[in-house]
């Protein structure tokens, strides 16, 4: 099994372009999440879908769009890229379904965007 | 809504030696509570977690946290730590419909 798989790992854009991250899991799990992780603040949830044809709003939705395409795949898409979205971008994964509160999620091992 | 606190944001300890790393949090109702360990370039991996029950939960690697509801604290404990050991730990507290993690406590270890 190869888990929770992203990509790019990588990816540099200009102020205004638009580009999709694509994340993926193998595990059969329920819910999926996008999180930013930036120095000194941890990790903050922009976006969750706890079952296959629902998203959520997290902490920091502003400036994002997801797609629950199937039970195995989450993107997130940015529209208009701003340098305060340069960041490392995670997808997890959780077995149950209905929100974040209680399963071990498991995650991918992120995207590094640049946004100039 | 719920918050948490890591109050060391980097720790240096020698080989062999034990380690705390101390986390507070926010929160109005029983919390869910989690430690997580990032090494450098990877995803986050939990070590463990608290839902209810023993206070004092068991991790992988050897690790442990106790839970102390008064004090609204959820500490990691190590009685030796391993050069393998150094990453960036991050705890958690989950909600209703949210995950909260610290800003993370990174560990530097001594030969």
């Known amino acids: 099994n190869a888990g929770v798989t992203q990509t790019p790992k990588f990816q540099v854009l200009k102020t205004g372009q638009s580009m999709t991250l694509q994340c993926a899991q193998d595990m059969n799990h329920n819910s999926m999440y996008w999180y930013r992780q930036d120095p000194g603040m941890g990790l903050r949830l922009i976006y969750y879908?706890?079952?296959?044809?629902?998203?959520d709003k997290g902490e920091v939705p502003n400036g994002y769009n997801v797609s629950r395409l199937n039970k195995r795949e989450f993107s997130l898409r940015l529209e208009s890229a701003a340098p305060s979205q340069t960041s490392v971008y995670f997808c997890?994964?959780?077995?149950?379904?209905?929100?974040?509160?209680?399963?071990?999620?498991?995650f991918g091992p992120g995207t590094r965007l640049t946004v100039l | 809504a719920q918050s948490v606190t890591q109050p060391d944001i980097h720790i240096t300890v020698s080989e062999g030696a034990s380690l705390e790393l101390r986390c507070n949090y926010s929160?109005?109702?029983?919390?869910?509570l989690f430690w997580y360990v990032q090494s450098p370039g990877q995803g986050l991996q939990l070590l463990l977690k608290y839902f209810s029950g023993d206070t004092l939960v068991q991790g992988i690697k050897g690790f442990e946290a106790e839970f102390k509801r008064s004090q609204s604290s959820f500490n990691l404990r190590k009685p030796s730590v391993h050069w393998s050991d150094a990453a960036e730990y991050f705890c958690a507290v989950g909600g209703r419909n949210d995950m909260r993690f610290g800003a993370g406590t990174r560990l530097t270890v001594k030969p």
């Open positions: 997890a994964s959780s077995e149950s379904v209905g929100g974040v509160s209680t399963d071990t999620q498991y």
């Open positions: 929160y109005g109702a029983t919390p869910y």
């Open positions: 879908s706890a079952s296959e044809g629902t998203t």
